[in-house]
C-alpha cells in the first residue's frame, strides 16, 4: 500500500494530467489515469454497482482492476465514504464476480468485431489449416467443452508459432459470436485487436487472482 499525498484532494475529483482524467483507487490510494480504472456507481436503489465500461451516469467511485484493491477498498468500507447515500451492501466477492462478468463481456465483443472485420478465423480444420499454412494468427481461443484430443492439437499448431491459446468460453458461446451454432476454436489475426483482447485477459487474470 502506498501513499501518494494528494494534497488533501477527495476520492471523487478527478484531476487532469495532461489530456488524462486522474483518479485515486480506492484499495491503494494511488493515482492512475482513470482508463486503468474501473468505475463503480450507484444505482437508483443505493446498490453498488461495477461500471467497467464507465457508462453509467452519476458519481463514480473507483479502483484499480485488481482484487487486492477491491477487498482492500470493502475492508476498509472506502465505498460507504465515497458516495453522499452510502451504498446498501458492499460484498467484495459480488463486486469481482461481477467485474470477471464484465471483462468476458468485452473479450466477447471485441471478438465479435473481429468476427465482422473479417479478422477471425472461426472452426478447427480452418485454424490448424492456418497455421499449416503460416496464417498469421495472434491469439487462439478453445472452446471450454470441446474435445481435449482436438485441443490439444491446436495447442500443439499454435505453440509451434509462438501463439498463446485461452479458454474461456463453451463452444455454444463461441458459436453465437461467429455466426455459427458451435464453434470449438477461433484465431484472431488483427494484431490492434488481439493487443486490445490481451489487455482484457491481463485484466482478468488480476481479479481472478492468477497473476
Ligand atoms: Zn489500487
Keep these: 500500500m502506498t501513499e501518494t499525498g494528494n494534497g488533501?484532494?477527495?476520492n471523487s475529483?478527478?484531476?487532469r494530467s495532461?489530456?488524462?482524467?486522474?483518479r485515486t483507487c480506492l484499495?491503494?490510494?494511488g493515482t492512475f489515469s482513470q482508463d486503468q480504472l474501473v468505475r463503480y456507481v450507484l444505482s437508483p436503489d443505493g446498490d453498488l454497482l461495477v461500471d467497467y465500461r464507465g457508462k453509467l451516469p452519476g458519481r463514480g467511485a473507483y479502483t484499480c482492476i485488481h482484487r487486492d484493491c477491491i477487498r482492500q477498498a470493502v475492508q476498509r468500507r472506502q465505498f460507504q465514504r465515497?458516495?453522499?447515500t452510502p451504498p446498501r451492501e458492499v460484498d467484495g466477492n459480488h463486486l469481482i464476480a461481477s467485474l470477471e462478468e464484465q471483462i468476458l463481456k468485452r473479450i466477447l465483443a471485441l471478438l465479435g468485431m473481429a468476427r465482422k472485420s473479417s479478422c477471425a478465423v472461426s472452426g478447427t480444420q480452418a485454424v490448424v489449416c492456418g497455421f499449416e499454412g503460416g496464417e498469421q494468427f495472434?491469439?487462439?481461443?478453445l472452446a471450454s467443452d470441446m474435445s481435449s484430443d482436438i485441443a490439444d492439437k491446436v495447442r500443439y499448431k499454435a505453440g509451434l508459432a509462438?501463439?498463446?491459446c485461452y479458454s474461456f468460453f463453451d463452444k455454444g458461446t463461441m458459436g453465437r459470436i461467429t455466426g455459427k451454432s458451435e464453434s470449438s476454436v477461433v484465431g484472431v489475426r488483427n494484431l490492434p485487436?488481439?493487443?486490445a483482447i490481451r489487455i482484457e485477459l491481463l485484466r482478468l487474470e488480476q481479479i481472478s487472482g492468477e497473476s
Design 193 to 195: 485487436l488481439a493487443e
Design 138 to 141: 495472434r491469439i487462439v481461443f
Design 82 to 84: 465515497s458516495f453522499r
Design 18 to 22: 495532461g489530456s488524462r482524467v486522474m
Design 8 to 10: 488533501g484532494r477527495d
Design 27 to 29: 484499495g491503494c490510494r
Design 13 to 15: 475529483g478527478g484531476v
Design 162 to 164: 509462438g501463439v498463446s
